[in-house]
């Protein structure tokens, strides 16, 4: 059972990063709203995802060891400057509990985000995004808080001991280190964004999300500055915004090679929503239909 002070982060804030291993060993780090869903006697934090968005869902059947970083107090009910790691294995349902999400998911929603849209129009539309959202529920093995969001504090370790030894270098990708994406490009965008965390794979095997800044930048990669890991090793990089209610919000996904502090990034992904309530759930029924559509047909070809 990790402390009262811990629990209040966990379950006030609106947004935390989540960390998911990739089939080569690297992490991809992306947003997600908790909406303070957790059992703290029974060790267990939950958030929702989209039936729509199923390469996530994929990734984590495929190795449940996920981490969530609470990181950022904006827009929600915690304070303080603290930063908790929550790391453990992640269980995703098959189909959608709507009972669950009658009773349980949708009063933790509307403290975080208000009433949702309803009607005729609204309810077909955001069908996908609302009615098809499966709860992963993370049986949590450790939990580590830091007094500071630099990490330079002391650390409190509930759970699991944390592993002292760094994690060792990683193979390098047989198409090479180097940018696949433009390095200055990214590092323009990224610093324009209050919050950037950096996923990689622990001596545990358990994903590790730190907190970095955005250095100087070149032809051969981004300068990172936080609780890095010597070596080299395949990495994910996020950098989001995010206004009350989710409204208005903003990511940059990357994933690529760190190499002692350097970041070479491999791919590219981020979208900016419209600071507008009416705009961002269009444009989250369309992808939610897009993304469900493509998962249907991707398991119907993987049944035949």
């Not at 958030?47 to 199923?54: D, E, M, P, Q, V």
């Not at 790391?87 to 009433?115: C, H, K, W, Y």
């Not at 994933?255 to 981020?270: F, K, R, V």
């Amino acid at each position: 059972m990790w402390p009262e002070a811990d629990d209040e982060i966990i379950g006030g804030d609106l947004t935390a990063a989540l960390a998911y291993m990739t089939p080569a060993g690297g992490a991809v780090v992306t947003p997600v709203a908790p909406i303070g869903l957790r059992d703290r006697e029974a060790g267990t934090v939950t958030f929702t995802t989209s039936l729509g968005f199923g390469r996530k869902l994929e990734r984590m059947r495929s190795n449940p060891r996920v981490a969530l970083a609470y990181h950022a107090r904006e827009h929600g009910f915690a304070t303080g400057e603290g930063y908790v790691l929550v790391q453990g294995n992640a269980t995703a349902e098959a189909e959608p509990a709507r009972d669950v999400l009658e009773e349980r998911v949708r009063p933790a929603s509307i403290r975080f985000m208000g009433e949702p849209k309803t009607g005729l129009f609204w309810d077909r539309w955001l069908d996908a995004y609302y009615a098809d959202r499966v709860l992963v529920t993370v049986a949590v093995g450790r939990v580590t808080s830091w007094p500071d969001g630099a990490l330079e504090g002391q650390p409190t370790v509930t759970g699991a001991p944390l592993q002292q030894a760094q994690p060792p270098s990683q193979q390098a990708p047989a198409k090479g280190t180097g940018p696949r994406v433009d390095a200055e490009r990214a590092a323009t965008r990224l610093r324009g964004l209050p919050h950037v965390l950096l996923g990689y794979a622990g001596a545990d095997g358990y994903p590790m999300v730190v907190p970095v800044r955005v250095g100087a930048a070149s032809a051969d990669g981004i300068t990172l500055e936080g609780p890095l890991p010597a070596g080299g090793r395949r990495a994910g990089l996020l950098g989001h915004s995010y206004e009350a209610k989710l409204i208005g919000l903003e990511t940059r996904q990357y994933t690529g090679w760190l190499q002692d502090g350097l970041y070479a990034p491999h791919t590219e992904s981020g979208f900016k929503a419209p600071a507008n309530k009416t705009l961002l759930l269009l444009a989250n029924g369309f992808l939610a239909k897009r993304g469900l559509k493509k998962a249907r047909a991707a398991a119907a070809t993987a049944s035949a």
